[in-house]
């Protein structure tokens, strides 16, 4: 019951900063409300008994890439104010596209049936113990090739980024 009460929470707060990213002026503002979103949806992912995914998200969107897109926001200085209104025709078409799409995710989602699966192993599958269970007994072999290719690809990109000719 708590649980219900977490959930709406977390989701009213992911769709607030959602809305407050593409409704703020600043873009700090919007990175910093970006950054609340993916923690809100670490939240989801923590309700969903997937503690590893959510930490995983925390580490590298919440942490990596938005202090990235920190960083560039402040290189590029996009602070100024020299935002060209749009024409009316451009807002026009924009409002008929998201109607559109509001439209069709209506009829989407009222045909849509939600069934709870109460399998007791399907709520048990985002713990770190059954994650490596299932990637180091089932899939073994695609874990190992794909390991491979990530590190010939981090030679690679060393080697693409040295400055003397090899």
């Known amino acids: 019951m708590f649980t219900k009460y977490i959930f709406f929470f977390l989701s009213i707060l992911a769709l607030y900063s959602a809305l407050m990213v593409l409704m703020s002026k600043k873009p700090i503002h919007s990175v910093l409300y970006l950054t609340?979103?993916?923690?809100?949806?670490?939240?989801?992912?923590?309700?969903?008994?997937?503690?590893?995914?959510?930490?995983?998200?925390?580490?590298?969107?919440?942490?990596?890439?938005?202090?990235?897109?920190?960083?560039?926001?402040?290189?590029l200085n996009l602070n100024k104010e020299e935002v060209s209104p749009k024409p009316l025709w451009i807002k026009t078409v924009v409002i008929i596209a998201g109607?559109?799409?509001?439209?069709?995710?209506i009829g989407i989602f009222r045909g849509y049936d939600i069934a709870i699966k109460t399998d007791p192993f399907l709520t048990q599958i985002g713990l770190v113990k059954n994650l490596g269970r299932v990637l180091y007994k089932d899939y073994l072999l695609?874990?190992?090739?794909?390991?491979?290719?990530?590190?010939?690809?981090?030679?690679?990109?060393?080697?693409?980024?040295?400055?003397?000719?090899?």
């Open 36 to 75: 609340l979103t993916f923690f809100a949806i670490a939240g989801h992912y923590v309700l969903l008994n997937a503690q590893f995914l959510a930490v995983v998200h925390v580490i590298v969107y919440a942490g990596a890439i938005m202090v990235l897109f920190l960083f560039t926001v402040m290189l």
């Open 142 to 166: 695609p874990f190992e090739l794909s390991s491979i290719l990530f590190l010939t690809a981090m030679v690679g990109a060393v080697l693409l980024g040295k400055k003397e000719q090899i």
């Open 99 to 105: 109607g559109t799409l509001m439209i069709v995710l």
